[in-house]
């Protein structure tokens, strides 16, 4: 379903986040992490609403230790907007749907 929220891994990363033809937001979260659940409804719902110009992806830190410091995350949630296989722009912290749309209209229109 096109904007869905996709799960993807440390070696599915290159393929569908990297080489994606539209900007792709990731979701570093873990588990254990309660903002990373409260972030996830507006997440989905962004997704929902825009998806078809930016692409919405998680990848669970908890698997690999090393994954964190991999991708410069340093607190969580971090949400990372891929372009062109770069980091475009980094969003720290949980925050409300609202923010997070703010925070992504160079991305969303």
Partial sequence: MAGALKQVTDASFEKDVLKSDKPVLVDFWAAW?????????????????????????????????????????MSIPTLHVYTNGEVAKT??????????????????G
């Fill in 33 to 73: 992490c309660g903002p990373c659940r409260q972030i996830a409804p507006s997440l989905e719902k962004i997704a929902e609403e825009h998806g078809e110009k930016i692409e919405i992806v998680k990848l669970n830190i908890d698997e690999n230790p090393s994954t964190a410091a991999k991708y410069g995350v």
């Fill in 91 to 108: 969003i720290v912290g949980a925050k409300p749907k609202a923010a997070i749309e703010r925070e992504l209209e160079e991305f969303i």
